[in-house]
């Protein structure tokens, strides 16, 4: 599986973006899809994931209410809308995909992550 992102850039505070993430490959593998963020000088975080079902969705107390993670099922694209953005916000976003792979009743988890995007709130 192939992640590959794109709608990073710089806005103004209290403005809005929206990530994309489209995964190719073998998408049947994936269970969960997800973005992280990491700002300089600090540990990468989790931001928002959903299952592949889309049955269960996590967003960290930061972002809850101004983010929204989403995708669509036909393109296996991941959406990331982020409204009402701070300049706490800045940070490098990365997406990311637990797989669960195998075959003849042995399986096991792998993860993969995008190569990054950058997102940079002004004051």
């Known amino acids: 599986v192939q992640l590959v992102e794109s709608g990073g850039g710089l806005v103004q505070s209290g403005g809005s973006l929206r990530l994309s993430c489209a995964a190719s490959g073998s998408t049947s593998d994936i269970r969960t899809m997800g973005w992280y963020r990491q700002a300089p000088g600090e540990q990468r975080e989790l931001v928002a994931s959903m299952t592949s079902g889309g049955g269960s969705i996590q967003y960290s107390d930061a972002v809850q209410g101004r983010f929204t993670i989403s995708r669509d099922s036909a393109s296996y694209t991941a959406y990331l809308q982020m409204n009402g953005l701070k300049p706490e916000d800045t940070a490098e976003y990365s997406c990311?995909?637990?797989?669960?792979?195998?075959?003849?009743?042995?399986?096991?988890?792998?993860?993969?992550w995008g190569q990054g995007t950058l997102v940079t709130v002004s004051a």
């Open positions: 990311h995909a637990d797989l669960y792979v195998g075959g003849g009743g042995v399986y096991t988890w792998r993860e993969v």
